[in-house]
Each structure stands twice: as structure tokens, then as C-alpha cells.
């Protein structure tokens, strides 16, 4: 509450401006806010509460611990103390409270003992997860407590337990961690070895997540030079590796089978051995399928179609001219050669690229005016092909050579009717029929039944336009008058056939003159498609793929020819044989050779599936062509 100001002011006392309060810096005591735990003292306060022996302490210590491991800037050497400290519950439960687990399986352990495990479990918990941080994990593979500790671990503890698992765990994981410089120790020496309780666990364990770990610490353990003494070609780690292989579904498990399948198979007496396993040819197959379902692709369209065009397949045929009955009339009274020129005149138009035979030119004029030779005399042959050039003079009767000789007036060409004909047109007695189109051509096959019962001659012509078929009897006659409305009527069509017809794009037209001469037309639409991969494979697939090139070179094993003797007589001409008193067999040491011929078998059995593979990577997809050919030579081989 504010004060009134005095109206007076005694005269030993001064008065003062206004005063603001001071605001004094103190230590941000938020949650999650860890400066003041971290001071770099050996007074800290965690540590001093680790090494109190009061419970609560101990529990708040670790809970504060809990939350800074994970932390990158967490190192735990600026904390004087704090790792000895951590070391300490973990050492006494992997030495002795292991004991009293063991004791309580089915009953609750006593407070006391309870509480100890706990804080062994949070303490190998901090230390595993601060060693995921390079300075902390440099600071506890130095430490001369760790690899004791981890070993006791691995060795005394039975990881079946319920009660042990997840320290075994931890215990593990932090192994991974530092397994960079481990050395196992000699078999034969006392020392604590951890290697047996990893292989019983990869290959024997029900528990997920320590066969994950337990391949992964084996794989890094026997990546180093100094530790491949130890593989054992009848490893349990390797059975199991092979047996988890097919789970594409887990995909930590898988990539930890395939670590440690690359770990063992490095080893070259390794890999010789693993070729003579019974489970080889279907590990080979699931690496393949690996690679298979690990790659992305995608699908790539292109386009080779050739240039074309495509014309309407129903055309409007426009038919030839015919002389009409007044044309006719007109045309006979005339004196020849005057009615010959003049015929032409009417029949036929001058075209550069025209060509008719000298046989159609008489036999258009030999029709159209035969039937009046009694009273009006028609020409010879040869005269109607010489009046060609009279009437035309750019046209030039040829002969074209064969066989068999063509006799051609090139330069003309029949003239066409300015309208379309009907479809249905009745063109009897040569094309003057009266009567109307018709709907249909059954109808206009009736009408043409109609022309030749009306005939009293019994045998008459056919006289549709100028059809040149010579008398004949009226029953041969009415099958004959069907050839004449097939060209009436479009040809039926399959339900899928499109209304287009494809021509080459060099002015070809349709109809085509010559049908059987006809180049076969480019496809309107041609479209290449195929499937290339996205990117590279990922690191598990590559494991994969060095696997696989490990069997491989192993399998197919570069054998050198046998160099020539060096005698008197041929030393330096390889090409002399010489006849051996016995034939050299080659020994197989150890079953190699068996050993490649079952390699080559296998590669020869998943060649197939090779060819499917595809990669990015042009060095990597040069190993994929090089073991399906390989795969190929080795079917002799085999």
C-alpha cells in the first residue's frame, strides 16, 4: 500500500527521489533446467548424492541424470567424479546382487535389494546413453572399470532372466559402443569372455531385441583383425543370421542378420566353409530377393513412332464416266475418224501421270460401238491408238518392258463424273437404266433379277456398264450379277477396327491402286516402355549385394592354365605336348573345389533373378552384368 507523501519535512531528515527495487540474479531453478546440477566441482551436487547412500538422494541424482544423458552437451568428464560414481551399482550388481535376483524369480525381492537393482539399472542406463555422445564414449572405453564391468555382465548374468534382461541389454549396447579397440581374450585364458554368452543369446534367445543387439555387437567385435580367431564356422550366430534373413518385414533384424553374415564372410576360411553349408543356395536366393524388393524404379515412356498420317477407311468412290444416251445417239451418225476424236474427247482427260492400256482404249470403243457396225463402220485397233495423239497430243503410246510387255498410252486417263454416283444405282444396259437408286442391295439384285427374265433371249449378254462377259445362259447369269454389287457395298468390319486406315506420310493415297504392292505402313503409335531405378540402394541392400560378391568370387575362382615345363627340348613353346606317362589330377585340399562347384551351382540357380536387379550405380550394376554372365559360363562349368 503507497504512503502519502508529507506536506512537511523535518529538517534533520532529506527526502529522496523515488527508489526502484533491485533485481538480484539468482539460479533458474525451473524443471528441465540443469546448469546448477552440472557445475564442474567435485562438490557437485549430483554426484555427492550418488555417493550419500540415502535413498531418496540417490533416486533424485539419477532422475536428474535421466534427462541430461541424452543431451549432447552433457560430457562426463567435466563432472569430476560422477563416472566412478555411476559405476558403482552396476559393478556391485554384475559381481554379487545378481545372486539375490536369482534368488527371487517367482517372489518380490526386499526393499533394500530392490532399491539396489534399480539404481544399477539407471546407472548403466545413463552410461549407455551418454556413450551414443564420441567424447563420452572415448571417456568410457579409456576407463580402466568399463570392459571389467561389461564382461562380469556378459558372463555372470543369465540373460533368460526377467530380472536380468534389460541390464544385459544396456550392458551390451554400451559394449557397442566402445567395441572399436575390444580385443576378446584368448579361450584358453581365464579371463572373463563374453563371446559365448553373445552367441548363446543370437542363437538361442526368444528375446527380440537382445538377438538385435547381441548380431550387432558380434558383427562389430569380429570386424576387427585381431578377433577373427575367434569365428567358428559352425557359430550359432550364423545359423541364426541365416534363419531371421527372410523376415523383410523386421527390418532391424534383418539388417543386423546381414552385419554379421558381411562380418563372418569376410574371413576368407569362412566364406570356403559356408559354401559346403546345406543352407547356402537358399541364402543366396533370399540376398537376391533382398535386393529385389529394396529397389524404387520407375517407368519410362518413349515415344519412336514413325511419321504417318491416317485417311478415312469409307471413300466416296467417284466413278468413271460412261456415255450417256444422248451422248450415244449423238456420237454414231458421226463419220469416223470424227466420232472416234470425239469419243475420246468425252471419255478421257489429259493427265500428266495417267496411264491406261492400249486393250482398254479398244475395248471402251469396241463396246460402245460395235453394236452399229452394220450401218456405221468402226475403226481398227491400231487407227483408234493413233487418234490418241491427235486428241492428245502430250499423250504417247509405249511399250513397257517385262516380262511380260506392257502396251500403255501414258498422258491420259479416264474422265470422272462430277457427282458421286448413287450407292445402289442399277447401271443395266450399259448404264441407262431408268430406274432410281435403291435402299439396299437385295433390292437392287431383285431389280437386276427383273432385267434378265424380261430378256426373251435365252442366253443374253450381261449388260451392266461395260461389263465384257459374253452371252450366256440365265442360270449362270444370276450368280454372275453379284459380282457387280460387291463393289456397292463396304466390306464388313471387326467391332474393333478403326475407321482410319495408316498410310506412309509420302502422298500415298487410298484407295491404293495396286494393293499388293502396298509398303506395310509404320505404326500410328509406338511407345517403348521400361522401368529404371529411382537411386541407389540403401546400406542394407548394399550389404546385400557385398555379400552376394563375396560367394561369388569365392565361387568363381580364376584358375590359370598349368605353365609349361621348362626342359632341353621345348622350353619357351608352350605349344608342344608331350604325351604323360599318367594323367595329372588335380587334389581337392580341404573340398574347395567341391566347394566352387556348389557356389556356381547356386549362382547359376538365382541367374534369373539377377537379371532382374537394378542399380543406379554404374559400378554396382557392372557387378550385378558380371556375376549373371558368370552365372551363364558356369552352366558348363557347373
Not at 366 to 372: E, L, S, V
Request: charged fraction near 20%.
Amino acid at each position: 500500500m503507497a504512503i502519502p507523501p508529507r506536506t512537511t519535512t523535518p529538517g534533520v531528515y532529506r527526502q529522496y527521489g523515488q527508489q526502484h527495487p533491485v533485481q538480484r540474479v539468482g539460479p533458474n531453478v525451473t524443471d528441465d533446467y540443469e546448469r546448477w546440477y552440472t557445475e564442474a566441482t567435485p562438490s557437485n551436487r549430483m554426484v555427492l548424492s550418488i555417493r550419500s547412500g540415502i535413498n531418496s538422494e540417490i533416486a533424485w541424482a539419477l532422475d536428474r541424470l535421466y534427462r541430461l544423458c541424452a543431451n549432447d552437451q552433457f560430457i562426463l568428464k567435466t563432472i569430476p567424479g560422477l563416472t566412478d560414481a555411476l559405476f558403482e551399482w552396476p559393478e556391485w550388481y554384475a559381481t554379487e546382487g545378481y545372486l539375490m535376483a536369482e534368488q527371487y524369480r517367482l517372489f518380490a525381492m526386499p526393499d533394500a535389494e530392490h532399491r539396489k537393482r534399480r539404481h544399477a539399472l539407471e546407472s548403466i542406463f545413463i552410461l549407455r546413453n551418454s556413450a551414443t555422445n564420441e567424447p563420452n564414449a572415448y571417456e568410457l572405453a579409456n576407463h580402466f572399470r568399463t570392459l571389467p564391468l561389461l564382461f562380469n555382465a556378459l558372463t555372470n548374468l543369465h540373460p533368460d532372466t526377467d530380472m536380468n534382461v534389460e541390464f544385459v541389454l544396456n550392458a551390451i549396447e554400451l559394449l557397442q559402443a566402445i567395441s572399436l579397440g575390444v580385443i576378446l581374450p584368448d579361450p584358453a585364458s581365464n579371463k572373463k569372455d563374453p563371446l559365448p554368452t553373445l552367441l548363446q543369446i543370437a542363437g538361442h534367445s526368444s528375446n527380440r531385441s537382445l538377438i538385435i543387439s547381441a548380431l550387432t555387437l558380434l558383427a562389430q567385435l569380429l570386424s576387427n583383425i585381431q578377433n577373427t580367431r575367434r569365428l567358428d564356422s559352425n557359430s550359432p550366430a550364423l545359423a541364426a543370421s541365416v534363419r531371421y534373413l527372410p523376415l523383410f518385414v523386421d527390418r532391424a533384424l534383418v539388417e543386423a542378420s546381414l552385419n554379421y553374415l558381411y562380418a563372418h564372410l569376410s574371413h576368407p576360411p569362412m566364406v570356403k566353409a559356408f559354401l559346403h553349408h546345406p543352407l547356402m543356395p537358399s541364402t543366396l536366393r533370399v540376398l537376391v530377393s533382398f535386393l529385389l524388393s529394396e529397389q524404387v524404379e520407375e517407368t519410362v515412356n518413349v515415344d519412336i513412332s514413325a511419321v504417318s498420317r491416317a485417311i478415312p477407311a469409307t471413300t466416296v468412290v467417284i466413278p468413271v464416266h460412261d456415255l450417256t444416251k444422248e451422248e450415244l445417239e449423238t456420237l454414231v451418225s458421226m463419220p469416223e475418224p470424227q466420232r472416234c476424236y470425239e469419243w475420246m474427247k468425252i471419255m478421257f482427260i489429259a493427265t500428266p501421270d495417267g496411264e491406261l492400256t492400249q486393250v482398254d482404249f479398244w475395248t471402251l470403243y469396241k463396246d460402245a460401238f460395235t453394236p452399229f457396225a452394220d450401218r456405221h463402220p468402226v475403226l481398227v485397233a491400231s487407227d483408234v491408238i493413233k487418234n490418241v495423239n491427235v486428241v492428245f497430243p502430250q499423250a504417247q503410246a509405249m511399250v513397257l518392258p517385262g516380262p511380260p510387255q506392257r502396251f500403255v498410252v501414258r498422258g491420259v486417263d479416264r474422265r470422272k463424273n462430277t457427282e458421286a454416283a448413287p450407292r445402289f444405282k442399277c447401271l443395266w444396259e450399259r448404264s441407262q437404266c431408268s430406274a432410281s437408286p435403291f435402299e439396299a442391295p437385295g433390292e437392287l439384285y431383285d431389280h437386276l433379277l427383273q432385267h434378265l427374265e424380261s430378256s426373251e433371249d435365252p442366253e443374253p449378254p450381261c449388260l451392266w456398264a461395260t461389263c465384257p462377259l459374253p452371252s450366256t445362259s440365265k442360270q449362270r447369269l444370276r450368280p454372275h450379277l453379284l459380282t457387280h454389287l460387291s463393289s456397292s457395298q463396304p466390306p464388313a468390319k471387326h467391332p474393333s477396327q478403326d475407321d482410319t486406315i495408316t498410310v506412309t506420310a509420302d502422298g500415298e493415297s487410298y484407295p491404293f491402286t495396286d494393293p499388293t504392292k502396298r509398303q506395310p505402313p509404320p505404326l500410328r503409335q509406338t511407345n517403348i516402355s521400361y522401368t529404371r531405378p529411382v537411386a541407389d540402394p540403401p546400406s542394407a541392400a548394399l550389404t546385400a549385394l557385398l555379400i552376394i560378391r563375396i560367394l561369388f568370387r569365392s565361387s568363381f575362382v580364376a584358375t590359370s592354365e598349368t605353365a609349361p615345363r621348362v626342359d632341353g627340348e621345348h622350353f619357351g613353346f608352350p605349344g608342344v605336348v608331350e604325351d604323360d606317362e599318367g594323367d595329372d589330377v588335380v587334389e581337392d585340399i580341404g573340398g574347395e573345389l567341391e566347394g566352387e562347384r556348389r557356389g556356381r551351382r547356386a549362382f547359376v540357380g538365382v541367374r534369373r533373378m539377377m537379371e532382374d536387379v537394378r542399380m543406379k550405380d554404374e559400378a554396382l550394376m557392372s557387378w550385378m552384368v558380371e556375376m549373371v554372365y558368370a552365372a551363364y559360363d558356369g552352366l558348363f562349368r557347373s
